[in-house]
């Protein structure tokens, strides 16, 4: 399990989250949207995580040939607006992608202009959520076209691991374990 902190001022912003091993598909059928807000549902469930290797968000830019291909899973695209249509991220790789309400501290900041959609942020201009100290740590995409996802900084946030490694014996076979002529341990406390 881990824990994530704001960089700056070491508050804790969640609590226990076990890792995922992957970033999930985030498909949505219309039907699954809901009713009364259209969002999807959190790309990670509550109580998860997961690390997107990808880059994701601001900075935007025009793609080129030589340098970027454009990410063609369009089950995570950010709805873009005027002025970024078809521009491609070159924002941090390895965010943590976790379901917004096990971060219930953060606070949307003011001001996202272009970037809010009818119905929420599109997490297309950079960290819009802060911890109480203050600091962006996070950029939550909630528009209700896109996906639903709050994207922690990696360089904002830090993790900690809140299970210490369990020691374990390893026996050569049965017998060795029951006589007790095992005990060479690996991992540490």
């Not at 962006?136 to 900084?153: F, I, K, Q, S, W």
């Amino acid at each position: 399990m881990t824990v994530f902190y704001c960089a700056k001022c070491s508050t804790q912003l969640t609590g226990d989250l076990e890792k995922l091993p992957e970033v999930p598909d985030a498909y949505v059928a219309d039907s699954e949207r809901d009713p009364e807000t259209r969002l999807a549902p959190s790309t990670v469930p509550m109580g998860r995580y997961a690390i997107d290797p990808k880059p994701w968000g601001a900075p935007f830019v025009r793609p080129s040939a030589h340098v970027l291909e454009p990410d063609t899973s369009q089950n995570r695209a950010l709805l873009m607006p005027p002025g970024l249509t078809g521009a491609v991220s070159t924002g941090p790789r390895n965010s943590v992608i976790v379901h917004p309400k096990d971060v219930p501290s953060l606070r949307l900041a003011d001001g996202l202009g272009i970037h809010s959609g009818c119905c929420g942020p599109l997490g297309t201009g950079g960290r819009n959520m802060a911890c109480g100290c203050g600091t962006l740590v996070a950029t939550l995409a909630a528009d209700c076209l896109g996906p639903h996802e709050l994207h922690l900084d990696p360089i904002r946030v830090y993790a900690h691991d809140t299970e210490p490694r369990a020691a374990r014996i390893i026996c050569a076979n049965e017998a060795d374990s029951a006589g007790g002529r095992c005990g060479r341990r690996l991992g540490g406390g």
